[in-house]
Structures are given as structure tokens and as C-alpha cells.
């Protein structure tokens, strides 16, 4: 075991602090990693303050961040895929039992024995729950490290492994989007990479927003048009007219809007996760055959196969690069989504401290 140094809270109520932290040493299928930056998920905040306690309470103290970018330090002996000085990222997984149907599959992020990047039992037993990404470095599997295309800022790919898989895989999931009619709900960290793949993939692109404000900003990350969501003649032109939609909104909303926007067959996949229960009338489903879904994240083939993809089309999050200092003034400007539309933090800040 060594020590390394990262950003954990005490407790629900704690501000996230300096502390130094225990790491395994690489074992023969490890990775080590000095992380270079790491994105700032809403789940990060939830986990912080145990806003999930009641399907995931918080171990702490806790070390969060699932958005991990960084250079590989030291391999194990029977690593075969990486060397020392490779770019690579960590996302939200870091074990699963490789051998449930999810994991055959290439499914990990469905594995009912997965194990996630923090606040899961370390299986390791370095600590009582794994440690996350506010830290200067990481020791992973290497089935669940990825390489990160060396064409990008990398301050722009943290957030692709968690808030870019969310996004690609239900879209490619779907199947072929060229030339259809795409809707992404909600102008957030989800929302604008989103609306970035659906333009990648040759889909006609179309926001929902309930913020009037937001429209340039939508037009100059792709989208085609900008439909305002609380203008029921905006909605009502658009009625029956959607191939795909990809709801982002992580508070209460009225769903039933949106299934009706929705053409013979269309699909409307939740990636979202608002805390009460959606209220969805059946005849907006019944009527055009229309279907509601849900996803999360992306295994790790996907989670590669949507790294290589950005590498190829450019694609990177639109971020605000902030020091590891900064981070609980980041989590409340967060609280009133106020930023576009990621934090990354650079982790160079935390070799000062
Ligand atoms: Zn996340
Ligand atoms: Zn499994």
C-alpha cells in the first residue's frame, strides 16, 4: 500500500478537504495512474452529501470522481494492453465478476457484482469503500482503463466517461440516426454532449430547453433548432414528429409532453434521474406504439469504441477547468447550474498541497 494524497468530506455536512489516502500497489493485472484531470458528475455531489442513502448510503469518508484522465505510471505483469506514459481514462466501473450474462456480454455497467469507482466495498480491502478520482493517482484492473485518443484536450475528455457514454450508448443503441429527427430534452453536462453526438451521427437535432437563454448556445453546439418547452404552440407544431428522444432532465418534468413528440414507433430514453416518480400516462405510449426506456453509462468495449469515435469526429465536453481548491465552490454554483457545462479539475493543483 502507499500513500496519495486527494479531496474526501468527512461527513454529509463536510466541505471536501485535503486528505491522504491509501492506494494498493499494482498487483500483475493492474494499471497505476497519475490522473490528470478528473470531471465533476452531479453523482459526485449526491454521493458527497448521501442523498442517496437510501439505494446507496455513503461510506466516509468519501473520495468521489468517476471521470478520470490520466498517465499511466506503472503496469503490472500481466498487463497486456497498456505501458507506462499512455494516455488512458477511468469512467464509473472499476470490477464487475466477469462472468454474469451482462459481463459476457460486454454489459459491465448491468453487472449485479460490479464494483464502482468510489463508494463501493473495495474488494482490495485497501479501504472499507473504494477512493475516486479527486486524487493524485489510481490503481485499476486494467479490463477497466480505456485509451484516450492523443488528438484531444484532455481536460474535455474527463467528462466523456461518465456524462459522454451516458449519452452515446442509448443513441447507438437506438441504431442509425442519419437524417432523423432527434430531440434531446434538458441543456446540461448530459444534455450538451447529447446534443454534440446526435450532430456527430447526421441526426436533424432539436433541443427542449425551458431556458429562453439557452438557444445560442444550443445552435452553436449542433443542434438544428430550439424548441422552448413551456411554449405549448413551439411543443404543438412539433407534435408526432420525433424519431428518438433523449430526456437528460434530472428533476420532476411532465414526460407525457415529450412521449407526444414522438412519432409511430418512436423512442424516448430516460438518462436522467429525478427523485419521485414520473408520472406517464399510457395512451401517449399506446397510441403510435411509442416506448419509454432508461440507460446508464456504457460497457467498457462501448466506453472505447465512444472514446475512438470523439477522437475521430473531435469531440470533446465543454468545460471549466478549475483547481482542486475550488471544488466546493464548484458543487454549489453545480446546485444552480451555473456552468457550461462541465467542471473539470486539474489535478497539477493538488501537487502543491
Ligand atoms: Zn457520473
Ligand atoms: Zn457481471
Redesign the pocket.
Known amino acids: 500500500m502507499y500513500k496519495a494524497k486527494a479531496y474526501s468530506a468527512a461527513s454529509a455536512t463536510s466541505p471536501l478537504a485535503f486528505d491522504s489516502i491509501p492506494r494498493r500497489d499494482t498487483t500483475d493485472r493492474d494499471v497505476q495512474i497519475e490522473i490528470l484531470f478528473c470531471g465533476i458528475c452531479h453523482s459526485d455531489l449526491h454521493t458527497v452529501r448521501n442523498e442517496w442513502s437510501s439505494i446507496m448510503p455513503t461510506v466516509y469518508p468519501v473520495v468521489p470522481g468517476h471521470e478520470i484522465v490520466g498517465r499511466v505510471t506503472k503496469v503490472g505483469a500481466a498487463v497486456t494492453r497498456f505501458k507506462a506514459g499512455e494516455l488512458v481514462g477511468v469512467g464509473c466501473l472499476v470490477d ?5 450474462p ?2 459476457k456480454d460486454d454489459l ?1 455497467q448491468l ?4 464494483t464502482l469507482t468510489f463508494n463501493s466495498p473495495d474488494k482490495h480491502n485497501t479501504a472499507p469503500v473504494t477512493y475516486g478520482g479527486y486524487s493524485e493517482s489510481i490503481v485499476v484492473d486494467e479490463h477497466f482503463v480505456v485509451r484516450v485518443p492523443t488528438n484531444l484536450s484532455l481536460a474535455g475528455v474527463a467528462p466523456l466517461l461518465c456524462a459522454g457514454i451516458t449519452t452515446y450508448s442509448p443513441m447507438r443503441r437506438w441504431g442509425n440516426l442519419t437524417g432523423k429527427k432527434v430531440g434531446v430534452a434538458g441543456l446540461g453536462g448530459l444534455g450538451h454532449m447529447g446534443v454534440k453526438f446526435a450532430k456527430a451521427f447526421g441526426a436533424h437535432v432539436v433541443v427542449f430547453t425551458t431556458s429562453p437563454g439557452k438557444k445560442e448556445d444550443a445552435l452553436r453546439l449542433g443542434a438544428d433548432e430550439v424548441i422552448i418547452s413551456t411554449n405549448p404552440d413551439e411543443m404543438q407544431q412539433h407534435a408526432g414528429s420525433f424519431d428518438f428522444i433523449l430526456d437528460t432532465i434530472a428533476v420532476d418534468h411532465d414526460i407525457n409532453a415529450y412521449i407526444n413528440m414522438l412519432g409511430r414507433d418512436g423512442n424516448i430514453t430516460l438518462v436522467g434521474a429525478p427523485e419521485t416518480p414520473l408520472q406517464v400516462s399510457s395512451f401517449g405510449l399506446l397510441l403510435g406504439r411509442r416506448s419509454l426506456s432508461g440507460s446508464i453509462i456504457g460497457g467498457l468495449k462501448e466506453t472505447q469504441e465512444m472514446l475512438d469515435f470523439c477522437g475521430e469526429h473531435n469531440i470533446t465536453a465543454d468545460v471549466e477547468v478549475i483547481p482542486i481548491q475550488k471544488v466546493n465552490e464548484a458543487y454549489e454554483r453545480l446546485v444552480r447550474s451555473d456552468v457550461k457545462y462541465r467542471f473539470s479539475i486539474d489535478m497539477a493543483s493538488l501537487k502543491s498541497q
Do not use: F
Open positions: 464487475s465478476d466477469h462472468t454474469c451482462n459481463c459491465e453487472c449485479p457484482n460490479q
